[in-house]
């Protein structure tokens, strides 16, 4: 009997502790879903609702096309229905962006609880980041050899078309110089050394910045550093969406706007900033910060 009197309030609980997530597909091109290794949805959609998810850390795999997919691991503590949406950022990079919670679910999606039946068996994945999937692969910036020193004589240009990194190494290249004092001497030039030793690592400030503001806990701490790397660099629309993306407060990315609007000579382009905020009252405050 005892047993019977707190079996409710044990199912309450659990029913309190689990979440649901929505992800939508942007491109509308659909996409398979799983969750902790296990396959979700076995035909392609591009809205999914999964239900039951537990507080504990969750791994997500988004697959768009065979061996083209990317993982996200969500951390969620709170009942709600979670959004998220397949989009890509301003460098054409796929990614998996949180837009808030719902309150109303939106009709026609496909949902689920969640799945722990039939394991999802990927094989080596064509792109393992997040890549656009119309790319094959990423090849890094190669910098050019040295140039050979100039000779006053008939310019000879030799041009070749690399495909790869992994290109085979270049035969030497001898060319005959027809000047008068120089009749008959050789120069041999070396080949360039291989593309690996060259490879040219460019750190972009705000790469940087994101990826540290990505790791940042707490919300106060998130809009101090994002006012702070204002101060010495000048943000593009694309980068303050990226930021208001990792911001979770519309009133924090307000005060981001306030803060930075003086650094944009045509206040009006800011006015795209409205799809990134959350609540209708938000957008109205953002007008108002921009006509002021």
Do not use: W
Request: glycine share 2%.
């Amino acid at each position: 009997m005892p047993l019977l009197r707190i079996l409710p309030f044990l199912i309450c609980l659990t029913s309190f502790a689990q979440i649901n997530i929505i992800i939508e597909d942007e491109s509308k091109t659909g996409f398979l879903l799983g969750v902790n290794g296990y396959v979700q949805n076995t035909e392609r959609v591009s809205l999914l609702m999964i239900k039951g998810l537990d507080t504990v850390p969750t791994q997500l795999l988004v697959e768009l096309q065979p061996r083209v997919y990317f993982t996200k691991i969500i951390d969620l503590h709170e009942k709600g229905n979670y959004k998220y949406v397949v989009t890509t950022n301003s460098r054409d990079e796929l990614q998996l962006r949180y837009r808030g919670t719902l309150s109303k679910i939106p009709e026609g999606i496909l949902a689920m609880e969640v799945q722990r039946v039939l394991a999802m068996e990927q094989k080596e994945p064509i792109i393992t980041a997040s890549v656009k999937s119309d790319q094959a692969e990423v090849v890094p910036q190669v910098s050019s050899p040295t140039p050979a020193p100039v000779i006053p004589t008939k310019e000879i240009v030799h041009t070749k078309k690399v495909d790869s990194i992994a290109t085979a190494k270049p035969k030497p290249v001898v060319i005959k110089i027809d000047t008068a004092q120089n009749q008959n001497k050789v120069v041999a030039i070396k080949p360039a050394s291989k593309p690996k030793d060259t490879v040219v690592i460019k750190v972009n400030p705000f790469d940087a910045f994101i990826t540290d503001l990505s790791k940042t806990e707490f919300e106060f701490e998130k809009l101090q550093k994002s006012e702070a790397y204002a101060k010495n660099h000048n943000f593009t629309l694309e980068e303050l969406k990226q930021v208001f993306n990792i911001l979770s407060y519309d009133n924090s990315r307000l005060t981001l706007v306030r803060s930075v609007k003086g650094s944009f000579k045509d206040v009006s382009q800011m006015k795209v900033l409205a799809e990134e905020l959350d609540y209708e009252i938000s957008k109205a405050q953002l007008e108002e910060i921009l006509e002021s």
